[in-house]
Structure formats: structure tokens, C-alpha cells
């Protein structure tokens, strides 16, 4: 378990928080680069221009979101498809407010819009985890930010080295194994609260018995039914 790092007063200081943060993400960082990289070639390879991949990802900074949309934007889906396979792979982002809303609640509103944004699955593995471990440990939002801005960094990084670079890298590589498996990883130690394990298992089953639905939508009906049931698993561990 990683101490925290104080200083000669005893005391740990914002600053010790967010570099602490940093430092805690490092060992994903070659999982995050191989994900931003197989998503900025994705986007390329799907049709988009250089400078309109690199708007979305300055702006979408959602991988999972972004390489479950392309194919069906490259297929022509119907506009309300691509939106709605989006928005329901994104859905885990609610569960994750959830999930940590009682550690930002004083914030301002903007800025927890702009947590928000950085939220990604990596630094909300270790922030949970360094909670449940240290749940006294002050300065938890500088933490926070410290692994959440250097994973924004590192992904921008590496999915605009894809973008420009979508032509030369070969899809032979398997890049997107690395990131995978990075995911895989960090899902398993999650599953340790009851409502992520509830959600993956049913999340798990349903994307099995749906595999064979049009359009992909046996993935949206997974995604689905795993946040209803974290959802209704939270909420019942709440009840008085």
C-alpha cells in the first residue's frame, strides 16, 4: 500500500495529493497509451478527417463510446443509433457518480462539471480504492485531480499520435488487446462492491443471450440492464 507523502511539518499538502495521484496512475499508463492509440487510428480508418478525430477526442475523451459508434457510423446507422449506443456505453460514468458523489458533494457546480469530464475508468479504480483503504486521507479531490488530469494528458497524447499516424501503424499489431486487457484488470478488484459485481454479472449475461441482435443492440441491452441493477443494488443497500 502506497503511504502518503507529507511533509517536514507532518501534514500532507494539496500538492502532496495530486502528485500522489499522478504517481498512483503510472503503472496503467502503457495500458492508456495502447487504448488512446488504437482509438485515434479507429477514428481515422473510419472516415474521419485528421483535424475532425482530433476534435472528438479533445472533446469527447470517451474511448469506449468512441470505438463503439465508429463502425456504426461507418456503416451509415441511423443518426439515433449512433447517439444511443454513445450515451448507453457512457451510462457507467452515472454509476461512478454514484458511486463517489458524497466525496465531491461541497464542490461548486462547476467544478465538478469539470471532475466530471475527466472521470475516466482507470483513476475511478484508484481513487475507490484509496478510499477504502484511507478513509480518513485529506485532500481527496487534489488526488483525484492529479490522476484524472494525467490520464486526460496521457490519452490526448497517445490518440492523436493515432490519428496522425492511422496510415503507417498496422492493424497486425493488436494494440487494442493491450488496453483491454488493461480494463480487465482494473474491472476485477471493482467487482469487490456489490453493486459493480451485481452489474457485471447481469451485464454479462445479457450481452451473451443478446449477442445475436441487429445492429448491435445486444450490447445497449447489457449496458442497460447492468447500470439498472448497480442502480438497484446501491439504492438497496441504502434503505433504512
Known amino acids: 500500500m502506497s503511504e502518503p507523502i507529507i511533509n517536514d511539518t507532518g501534514a500532507v499538502t494539496p500538492r502532496d495529493a495530486f502528485l500522489r495521484g499522478v504517481r498512483e496512475l503510472m503503472p496503467a499508463w502503457p495500458g492508456i497509451f495502447a487504448w488512446g492509440l488504437v482509438t485515434g487510428i479507429a477514428m481515422v480508418k473510419s472516415g474521419l478527417s485528421v483535424t475532425e478525430a482530433t476534435v472528438l477526442s479533445l472533446l469527447a475523451y470517451a474511448g469506449s463510446a468512441q470505438l463503439a459508434a ?19 456505453v457512457n451510462l457507467r460514468f452515472v454509476v461512478y457518480s454514484v458511486l463517489t458523489r458524497r466525496h ?8 465538478r462539471l469539470w471532475l466530471g469530464y475527466l472521470v475516466g475508468d482507470i483513476m475511478f479504480a484508484r481513487f475507490t480504492a484509496m478510499i477504502e483503504r484511507e478513509p480518513d486521507y485529506p485532500h481527496r479531490v487534489h488526488y483525484y485531480f492529479g490522476g484524472a488530469i494525467a490520464n486526460w494528458v496521457l490519452w490526448q497524447i497517445s490518440s492523436i499520435i493515432g490519428i496522425f499516424a492511422a496510415t503507417t501503424i498496422p492493424t497486425s499489431w493488436g494494440l487494442e488487446l493491450a488496453g483491454t486487457l488493461t480494463l480487465v484488470a482494473l474491472l476485477v478488484p471493482l467487482c469487490a462492491n456489490r ?14 443471450l443478446a449477442h445475436d441482435v441487429p445492429m448491435r443492440l445486444g450490447l445497449l441491452l447489457a449496458i442497460a440492464f447492468g447500470v439498472g441493477t448497480a442502480f438497484a443494488v446501491e439504492r438497496a443497500g441504502r434503505a433504512p
Not at 465508429?70 to 448507453?88: D, K, S
Not at 465531491?104 to 467544478?111: E, P, V
Open 70 to 88: 465508429l463502425p456504426l457510423m461507418a456503416a451509415f446507422a441511423p443518426i439515433w443509433l449512433v447517439t444511443l449506443t454513445a450515451v448507453t
Open 104 to 111: 465531491f458533494a461541497h464542490l461548486s457546480g462547476q467544478r
Open 195 to 208: 453493486p459493480v459485481l451485481a452489474g457485471v454479472m447481469v451485464a454479462s449475461v445479457v450481452s451473451v
